[in-house]
């Protein structure tokens, strides 16, 4: 199997990220199953999908027609075995190991043996997912970006135990996708969240230790050191129970007190200030 025989792709999990994943998948012309858990959310994926899909149309960025064919791409599934025939998975399902080694188990039992089963997780080893598997060589890591159909990078995670056909087969994928893929090993945080999250629990520091506003921080970063966005507006975006969660899991794994979650973020997860998707974080979003 190599990305030029990728015909079908099968997307596990229509949450946040697989919904934009699949978005891309049907979007650069693949069919695409999806699966969720039931015939109700597989439907408001559906439903979330269109309505994006059609926000492109109205901004110019795709016709009437090609929103219909991509549409007409995407089946949906509440069984496993509807994957069947996939010659890629990607999963992107709830971040805890026991339900994704369960669904493994589940696609490695419906899928063909040159079928690529990739994982979307952020923080979980994607070791131990292979090496759960009968067939571990042909487990990889496709972690796209959040918004997955905005963001180019995915960081395609190579284990030790991967086949060299699997990485590539990933990467080739992401690039038929319209992605700029990179590729890496298997270390916590990979490339990006192991760089960006102690660097942002450091700036959140900062707003107590320098005692600046967060209107202020984020002027110095993007005046000062001309970064596109401020880190404050960045943790808003980002979604500061999921950077909270992230920073413990990489705390976790490697136990640098940077990386530990800064008390005042925990404190904003608790009281439900999440950032943009909650209406206010440190900002405040109509
Ligand atoms: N949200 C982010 O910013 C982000 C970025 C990169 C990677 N990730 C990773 O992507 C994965 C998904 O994250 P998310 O934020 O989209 O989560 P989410 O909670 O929005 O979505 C998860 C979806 O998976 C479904 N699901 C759960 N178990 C399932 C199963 N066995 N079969 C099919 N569907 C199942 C749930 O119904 C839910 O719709 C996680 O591993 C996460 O670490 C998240």
């Not at 697989?18 to 015939?39: K, L, P």
């Not at 994607?126 to 487990?139: D, F, G, L």
């Amino acid at each position: 199997m190599t990305a030029a025989d990728v015909k079908k792709v099968g997307v596990v999990g229509l949450g946040t990220m697989g919904a934009g994943i699949a978005q891309v998948c049907v979007q650069a012309g693949f069919e695409t199953v999806g699966r969720e858990v039931s015939d109700e959310l597989c439907e408001r994926a559906r439903e979330r999908i269109a309505h994006y899909l059609g926000r492109g149309v109205e901004k110019g960025r795709l016709t009437a027609e090609e929103r219909d064919a991509a549409l007409a791409r995407l089946t949906m599934t509440v069984d496993p075995a509807g994957l069947a025939g996939c010659d890629v998975v990607i999963e992107a399902i709830v971040e805890d190991l026991d339900p994704k080694l369960a669904l493994f188990h589940a696609l490695e039992a419906v899928s063909h043996a040159g079928t690529v089963l990739a994982t979307n997780t952020s923080a979980l080893s994607v070791t131990a997912i292979a090496s759960a598997c009968k067939h571990p060589e042909r487990v990889v890591g496709m972690h796209f970006f959040n918004p997955a159909p905005v963001l180019p990078l995915v960081e395609v995670v190579r284990t030790e135990l991967a086949s060299d056909e699997a990485v590539e087969t990933a990467y080739g994928l992401a690039e038929r996708l319209g992605k700029d893929p990179i590729r890496c090993n298997d270390t916590p945080g990979f490339v990006v969240n192991r760089i960006l999250i102690p660097l942002l629990n450091d700036c959140v520091r900062v707003l107590d230790e320098a005692g600046v506003s967060p209107e202020d921080l984020d002027k110095a970063m993007t005046r000062g050191v001309n970064w596109p966005i401020g880190p404050c507006a960045l943790i808003d975006l980002i979604g500061v129970d999921i950077h909270v969660h992230a920073s413990e899991a990489l705390h976790d794994a490697l136990g640098e007190p940077r990386m530990a979650a800064p008390e005042r973020l925990v404190r904003m997860r608790d009281e439900g200030r999440l950032g943009r998707k909650s209406g206010r974080g440190f900002f405040e979003y109509g």
